[in-house]
């Protein structure tokens, strides 16, 4: 029994063995166009949070490795504990090329000069010389104007002279910077790919950035950036003020941005179905007539909400995570209205209020039928046999069993059956409701809401990680 996903694997010797997400065919594109770029170039993995950025670049990484090719991977939010991301930049570059650069000794004695370079530059501090290159974006003449009088203030400390000496500085590490590359990589670009910059604190994300453009110039170099450009412009906002235009910012930066394919998110479910289990758990379960769909009901209706909900592949997961745990202390036989309690635990997630009114004895089904109905546009409601099942349970959860002529909802779809005016979809629609409604487990067995809500309530005790973004 599993009752979490692990984390994919990325074999060596075959990195797509386990991609549930049929990623091969963007990496190939993609490595084939880094191949062929005019470096130095800085490629921006534009994607919002939790549609898989991280397991992207690390696909490709492992394809670049296959493939002979030189790669490095940097994640910012690691080590934006660092009051330098230079030096941590270059620490973690440090680790990553020892096995890249291996016995080459003009190599290492290449990379040994750009690291002492590297190390004269951030204990003298660069604020100055790398903000001037964003010219346009922000104020380069104030900044220029206020080290001139920093400069002629303290000429007694020498303030002109550091700041000659550090641009000094920089030019050598360009040098050794193009030289340790030209050494090393054997005529292929080194591709390093920085993930999770729009996590980072953000004086650190835009140092960084600025650092990257600014001191890693260089042919031979292509930077692959995985980060959720609108999270980052909060970041420069942050930074420089409102009133800066952040595109205009990034664009100072990046050379090509990449939108990540929206992936086919039922072939994803089914996937996760599989990875979790989920079938060892309903198999038995089929044998009972009354419950042998309830596989097919989970996934559908799961598969319905996530889509119109335009759910992130993160959130995916960890929906599907509570489900999970949710239905396995289920005995064999026991009712678990899967539809019903998916839509619960959805809406007591994004419309929490509404949920909590509706579990409650003074609420009715009116609003949370309202908020399915906006989650499946009326051009599909008719012809969705999910969206049907599960406002029929949503009523009959709230109605007993003398009582359900009190809904207001069942009883206009008892007018529409008997409607000679409204079409065929719109009747079986209605039809599939008010069977639902009177049977909602079969002859003589209800709905439980009181036991759906504590399967729902036993979840808020669990945590779920959300580290990869």
């Known amino acids: 029994m599993k009752l979490k996903l692990n984390p994919i694997q990325i074999e060596p010797s075959d990195p797509f063995k386990y991609d549930l997400l049929g990623r091969k065919e963007e990496i190939?594109?993609?490595?084939?166009?880094?191949?062929?770029?005019?470096s130095p170039?800085?490629?921006a993995i534009d994607s919002r949070w939790g549609t898989g950025k991280t397991t992207f670049i690390r696909l490709w990484e492992q394809h670049l490795k296959e493939d002979i090719s030189p790669s490095l991977?940097?994640?910012?939010?690691?080590?934006?504990?660092?009051?330098?991301?230079?030096?941590s930049f270059l620490g973690e570059m440090n680790e990553g090329l020892k096995t890249l650069i291996g016995a080459n000794e003009k190599a290492n004695e290449a990379w040994e000069k750009t690291k002492a370079a590297g190390k004269q530059i951030a204990k003298r501090g660069i604020p100055a010389l790398v903000r001037i290159g964003t010219a346009g974006i922000i104020d380069a003449d104030k900044i220029i104007e206020d080290e001139i009088t920093k400069a002629a203030g303290s000429l007694a400390g020498d303030a002109l002279d550091n700041y000659l000496q550090q641009k000094k500085a920089i030019y050598?590490?360009?040098v050794a910077l193009a030289s340790f590359v030209e050494k090393?990589?054997?005529?292929?670009?080194?591709?390093?790919?920085?993930?999770?910059?729009?996590r980072c604190r953000p004086?650190?994300?835009?140092?960084?950035?600025?650092?990257?453009?600014?001191?890693?110039?260089?042919?031979?170099?292509?930077?692959?950036?995985a980060l959720d450009k609108e999270q980052l412009g909060h970041s420069i906002e942050a930074v420089y003020g409102n009133g800066i235009d952040s595109v205009g910012y990034l664009r100072r930066f990046i050379d090509f941005e990449y939108q990540l394919k929206e992936p086919d998110k039922a072939s994803y479910i089914d996937s996760l179905f599989s990875a979790l289990q989920l079938y060892k758990f309903f198999q038995p379960r089929k044998q009972y007539g009354e419950l042998r769909y309830d596989e097919d009901h989970l996934k559908n209706v799961f598969t319905m909400l996530a889509t119109n909900l335009r759910l992130s592949l993160r959130e995916i997961e960890q929906l599907l995570a509570s489900i999970n745990i949710a239905i396995r202390t289920a005995k064999e036989n026991e009712y678990i209205f899967p539809a019903l309690l998916v839509f619960l635990l959805i809406s007591k997630h994004f419309k929490s209020d509404a949920y909590q009114r509706y579990v409650s004895g003074d609420g009715t089904e009116s609003e949370l039928i309202d908020y399915l109905h906006e989650i499946v546009p009326e051009r599909n409601r008719d012809e969705s046999f999910e969206c049907a099942l599960v406002e029929g349970y949503l009523i009959a959860a709230k109605s007993g069993r003398f009582q359900k002529a009190e809904s207001p909802i069942l009883l206009r779809h008892e007018e529409i059956l008997q409607s000679e005016e409204l079409n065929y979809k719109e009747k079986q629609y209605s039809e599939v409701v008010v069977n639902v409604v009177?049977?909602?487990?079969?002859?003589?067995?209800?709905?439980?809401?009181?036991?759906?809500?504590?399967?729902?309530?036993?979840?808020?005790?669990f945590e779920f990680s959300d580290s990869e973004g």
């Open 172 to 174: 050598e590490f360009h």
């Open 438 to 461: 009177n049977r909602p487990a079969g002859l003589g067995h209800g709905v439980n809401l009181n036991r759906i809500k504590d399967r729902i309530d036993w979840l808020g005790r």
């Open 184 to 198: 090393s990589a054997d005529g292929k670009p080194l591709v390093i790919f920085v993930d999770e910059l729009d």
């Open 41 to 43: 170039a800085v490629i």
């Open 28 to 38: 190939l594109n993609l490595s084939l166009l880094v191949s062929n770029v005019n």
């Open 203 to 225: 004086n650190y994300a835009i140092e960084l950035l600025e650092r990257i453009k600014h001191l890693f110039n260089t042919e031979g170099l292509v930077f692959v950036l």
């Open 73 to 87: 991977y940097f994640n910012a939010w690691e080590t934006d504990f660092s009051d330098d991301p230079l030096v």
